[in-house]
């Protein structure tokens, strides 16, 4: 995990081979169009997992970001202009910093959906893409007025291992969202999404 680097090309090729002509053409899809997946992907499971960030020889100086996206109803159009840009943010971020590894979550309502976090492995190619593209867009949510973006941030807390740490460095974590923080995450869902078996909080 976490080898090779984002490339201009493989981002396009990615694109051809889902049938997509160009960046610009994501957002006059539907959003379900563009995510097409149903169901949480084995891939992207929080359940017993921890993710990596390791420094090697390709990437000694590794930095860990995690883009957190919104999944609920109202975010569609951000979801897919994350995907339109993508290209040029990773782009970016490289001409500046070549050890960057990238995760993408999705978040949801933990009182609600069935699906309400999802994690990425770290990756630094087109990887990262592969993934994200299988993102359960379940646009859920329920009839309160938060989200759940806190347990984005229990999981990178509580289940990354981060070589940068070693380094008396931090990793970056961007969440993006329209809804208020989550005051609490419900019990029984918590152990249900992160496999702990009954313990609670």
Aim: hydrophobic share 35%.
């Amino acid at each position: 995990m976490g080898g090779g680097s984002w490339t201009a090309s493989a981002y396009n090729s990615r694109l051809e081979s889902r049938g997509i002509t160009s960046a610009d053409s994501i957002m006059s899809m539907d959003t379900h169009q563009y995510y097409e997946s149903r169901n949480l992907a084995p891939v992207l499971n929080p359940k017993n997992v921890t993710r990596e960030c390791c420094d090697s020889e390709e990437h000694p100086n590794t930095i860990p970001v995690i883009l957190a996206l919104d999944v609920t109803g109202s975010m569609g159009a951000a979801a897919k202009a994350c995907a339109a840009k993508f290209n040029e943010i990773m782009t970016s971020l490289y001409e500046k910093v070549n050890d960057i590894q990238f995760m993408t979550m999705a978040i949801g309502d933990f009182s609600y959906d069935r699906a309400p976090l999802q994690v990425s492995q770290y990756e630094s190619d087109i990887r990262i893409l592969e993934q994200m593209d299988q993102i359960y867009f379940e646009g859920g949510g329920g009839g309160n007025s938060f989200e759940s973006y806190t347990a984005a941030w229990y999981f990178a807390l509580n289940h990354t291992k981060l070589d940068c740490w070693k380094r008396g460095k931090k990793g970056i974590i961007i969440t993006m969202g329209d809804k208020p923080l989550n005051p609490y995450l419900p019990g029984r869902e918590f152990d249900r999404i992160f496999g702990y078996g009954g313990v609670g909080w």
